[in-house]
Nanobody
């Protein structure tokens, strides 16, 4: 069993930066592929970032590429999502997800993941 807890969300202005964190218990992140997703009201959950099990590969959709960075800190058993140049359309609840199933690839779909955190709200004002 893996428990994930996100933190670091908040209210910022357009153009600001924010870093959200995802802490894990029950398993070390070094053995897990991890993804970040977001969901705005009335919309489907959207892929934001992913990092492979060994942290060698990352992936982002075009909407955040060059602005968002996912990273793992294995010593702290925490995954970070650094978000720069935030836009009002980045407003959403941000969720981290962990994959326990086998596989060494990069995973961008919600169904690829086995465990989810409760989410943290990020609001970007214009």
């Amino acid at each position: 069993q893996v428990q994930l807890v996100e933190s670091g969300g908040g209210l910022v202005q357009a153009g600001d930066s924010l870093r959200v964190s995802c802490a894990a218990s029950g398993r070390t992140f070094g053995s897990l592929a991890v993804g970040w997703f977001r969901q705005a009201p009335g919309q489907e959950r959207e892929f934001v970032a992913a990092i492979s099990r060994g942290s060698r590969v990352t992936d982002y959709p075009d909407s955040v590429k060059g602005r968002f960075t996912i990273s793992k800190d294995n010593a702290k058993n925490t995954v970070f999502l650094q978000m720069n140049s935030l836009l009002p359309e980045d407003t959403a609840v941000y969720y981290c997800a962990a994959r326990l199933r086998t596989g060494s690839g990069i995973y961008t779909g919600p169904d690829d993941y086995d465990y989810w955190g409760q989410g943290t709200q990020v609001t970007v004002s214009s």
